[in-house]
């Protein structure tokens, strides 16, 4: 059984920095790309950032050069790590498997990043 736990989301500063981690089980990590996104409420769910299984890497427009989406096979996990935060990016955040060339397949439950002060 596929299992997607994301940790590492709370309160920050705008301006501020978060690193979110996803820990996958259940799954051979290495022949999945994946990916980061998120939902606001009253908004749709967005792609934040993929990679894929050889590293390549693209991300939403609102946060290419703030944000940037890594992976360590070694420990089956994928970070975002989030800098100059606002706070529209204030929203809860889900890591997937899959999401680079196509819809996930699998989400995990999601955390709460929120970007006020």
């Known amino acids: 059984q596929v299992q997607l736990v994301e940790s590492g989301g709370g309160l920050v500063q705008p301006g501020g920095s978060l690193r979110l981690s996803c820990v996958a089980s259940g799954v051979d990590f290495s022949f999945y790309n994946m990916g980061w996104y998120r939902q606001a409420p009253g908004k749709q769910r967005e792609l934040v950032a993929a990679?894929?299984?050889?590293?390549?890497?693209k991300y939403g427009d609102s946060v290419r050069g703030r944000f940037r989406i890594s992976r360590d096979s070694a420990k089956n996990t994928v970070y975002l790590q989030m800098s100059s935060l606002k706070p529209e990016d204030t929203a809860v955040y889900y890591c997937?498997?899959?999401?680079?060339?196509?819809?996930?397949?699998?989400w995990g439950q999601g955390t709460q990043v929120t970007v006020s002060s």
């Open positions: 997937t498997r899959g999401g680079y060339f196509s819809t996930p397949n699998y």
């Open positions: 990679i894929t299984t050889g590293g390549s890497t």
